[in-house]
C-alpha cells in the first residue's frame, strides 16, 4: 500500500515493514528542501503498527547529495536559495536548518528499527541519510563521501554524530576533512556498513534482515533498542542498573502483569 508519493520519495507499507524510496535516479537522488519535507512526512505517515523502516533508493545511485542548484543565483524554483540564507539572522539560519534536519533524525524512533539500503554514491546529504538509520547493508559499489568540507561547508544533516560514534573522533576527521571515498569494503569493517553483499542481492538481502528483525517479540527489541542506545552516555554501573530496570519490565510483561 503506497501511503505517500511526491517530490522524489515514495512511501509503501506491506505489513510491519514500511520501505521509503528516493525516487529521481534521473538526477541520482540528489536532495533538496523539498524532498527533505517530503520523509519528514513520510516519517508522521508511518502506521504504528510498523516495525521496521527500509530506506532504499532507485537507480544506480543512493543518493548524490544536495542538489548544487540550492547554491545557483537562480536557486530551486519555488525554494528557499541557500546564497540568500547567508545573509538572514543566526536564529533564522538556526531555525531553517532544524525543520531540514527532520528528515534524518526520526530514523531512530524508539519504537522502530530502520534500515538503509545503499548501492553507487552515498555523498554528503545522501551520507548523512545512510548515518540516519540504525542498520545499514549497502551493495559491493557503494561509496560514501563527506564532501562538504570540500566545499566549504560543514556536515549539518545530523551525520556527526553517529559518524564520530562509529569510526571515531580521529577517522571521522580525516573523512570529514579529505571528503575521501569509502568504499564498501572499509565501510563493512569500520561499521558503518553492517552487511556488504553484490549489488544484484541487495533487496533480499535487506528483505532477510526485515524478517529477522521480526522475528523477536516487538516490546524485547523496542527495550533492547533503548538500552543499547542509552549505553553511550551511561556509566558502567548506570548502565547495569539500566538492564535490571528493563528485565524487570519485561518479566513482568511476560507475565501478564505489565502497566
Known sequence: MTLLDKDGVRLAVDGAVAT???????????????????????????????RVVVLRAEGRSFSAGLDRQAFAPE???????????????DQEIDETIAVFQEAFTWWRRPDL????????????AGFQLALAADLCVC??????????TSLGLVPD???????????????????CATGRFIQAEE???????????PAE???????DLAAALLAAPRNAVVETKALLAGAVTRTYEEQLSAE?????????DLAGIGD
Open 187 to 197: 565501510a563493512e569493517r569500520t561499521g558503518l556498513a553492517n552487511l556488504v553483499v
Open 113 to 124: 528499527v530502520s534500515v538503509a539500503a545503499v548501492q553507487g554514491h552515498a555523498v554528503g
Open 201 to 207: 542481492e541487495l533487496d533480499a538481502a535487506v528483505s
Open 157 to 175: 544533516l545530523t551525520g556527526t554524530h553517529p559518524l564520530v560514534r562509529i569510526l571515531g573522533y580521529s577517522r571521522a576527521l580525516e573523512v
Open 20 to 50: 521509503v524510496t528516493l525516487t529521481n535516479p534521473a538526477k541520482r537522488n540528489v536532495q533538496s528542501p523539498a524532498l527533505w519535507r517530503a520523509l519528514t512526512e513520510a516519517g508522521r505517515m508511518v502506521p504504528g503498527d510498523a
Open 139 to 148: 551493495a559491493d559499489d557503494a561509496q560514501f563521501a563527506m564532501r562538504e
Open 75 to 89: 536557486g530551486i524554483e519555488g525554494e528557499l536559495n541557500f546564497g540568500d540564507l547567508a545573509h538572514a539572522s
Open 244 to 252: 535490571r530496570a528493563a528485565q524487570a519490565r519485561r518479566l513482568r
